[in-house]
């Protein structure tokens, strides 16, 4: 697919905001993981799903980078 200027654009900046939401979702699991009222289990699962999330959010961020220096949207995958 050839992807136009507006629409490559257009992707960057979902791309952004999906990223900033899911940083804000890792924010919302740290501050479950650090409440000791949670159990230990919901606390550890709370941890590592903002782990997950923060890695997402990075990927995100560097495609969206990526294809505003240029890069075509169709060699990311999309």
Do not use: H
Not at 7 to 13: Q, V, W
Not at 21 to 50: C, I, L, Y
């Amino acid at each position: 697919m050839r992807w136009t200027r507006t629409a490559a654009k257009e992707l960057a900046n979902s791309l952004d905001q999906g990223a900033a939401a899911k940083t804000e979702a890792a924010v919302s699991g740290d501050a479950f993981a650090a409440d000791p009222a949670n159990s230990p289990w919901d606390r550890s699962m709370a941890r590592q799903a903002a782990v997950i999330l923060r890695g997402q959010a990075r990927d995100m961020r560097a495609d969206a980078d990526a294809i505003r220096d240029g890069v075509n949207p169709a060699e990311l995958g999309y």
